[in-house]
């Protein structure tokens, strides 16, 4: 809370020590002891140890909360070949403890960065095709909590790669997940109901409608969150 209070550039410069601080190996018990502590207290793993969110997209692809140590190893003997990360900045103990235990379970790790509150980006969706088509599988994919960006990447996944109906894909947006689309999370669910209106229904295919007609700013524009939605999922459930 006091963090939004500080100026753009002194939340921008701890923004950047925190990530220098992670990105790096962990060396020595006590730094190990510090990532830990980090991952479970300050970016709320302890609450994942109990319920990763984990899910079953295809047999191809899983979807999940970001997950520790223990639970990578779970999924290295379910056959996971590939981790996807959708969270971008190494801002916490999680990343540098992810990092090691892929390394120790042979899986790889690659980023494929989004995000939950804004207009997805057109460069992003149309860029995914292709990395759909490359990924090794099977695959896990993870953002925070597993509930928004993890389902916009899934719905994505079933959309272009699996050439899944509509309906079906935006499935994976629910409330069955922790996904509150009245939250500004839903500027997702409303990406996927303006491409309904002016894409599908005139029989535009989706990334088609992406790359000739979408407009992000618009819907940034139009797009209004509900209050109480949003209080829920930013203040009290703490939503990345």
């Not at 410069?13 to 060396?27: Q, V």
């Not at 499935?171 to 509150?180: A, C, D, E, T």
Request: aromatic share 10%; with cysteine.
């Amino acid at each position: 809370m006091l963090s939004r209070l500080r100026p753009d550039e002194e939340r921008y410069a701890r923004r950047m020590a925190r990530i220098a601080r992670w990105d790096r190996p962990i060396e020595g018990r006590a730094a190990r002891l510090r990532a830990w502590a980090n991952m479970l207290l300050v970016d709320h793993g302890i609450f994942r140890l109990a319920y990763l969110n984990a899910h079953r997209v295809t047999p191809r692809l899983w979807r999940a909360a970001q997950p520790a140590p223990g639970q990578i190893a779970w999924f290295a003997r379910q056959g996971v070949k590939t981790i996807v990360n959708l969270r971008g900045g190494r801002e916490h103990g999680s990343w540098p403890l992810q990092r090691e235990a892929c390394e120790r379970h042979g899986i790889a790790l690659v980023d494929f960065v989004l995000r939950s509150r804004g207009a997805p980006e057109r460069e992003t969706i149309l860029a995914s095709k292709a990395f759909f088509a490359t990924l090794t599988e099977p695959a896990l994919v993870h953002c925070k909590s597993g509930a928004d960006r993890a389902g916009f990447f899934a719905a994505l996944y079933l959309l272009i790669h699996e050439e899944r109906p509509l309906d079906e894909a935006t499935r994976q947006l629910s409330l069955r997940y922790g996904h509150f689309r009245f939250a500004k999370t839903g500027i997702l669910d409303a990406f996927f109901d303006t491409y309904r209106r002016e894409g599908a229904a005139k029989g535009i295919a989706f990334l088609d409608w992406v790359e000739t007609a979408y407009d992000p700013e618009r819907l940034e524009r139009e797009f209004k969150p509900g209050f109480l939605s949003s209080m829920i999922a930013d203040r009290l459930i703490r939503r990345e």
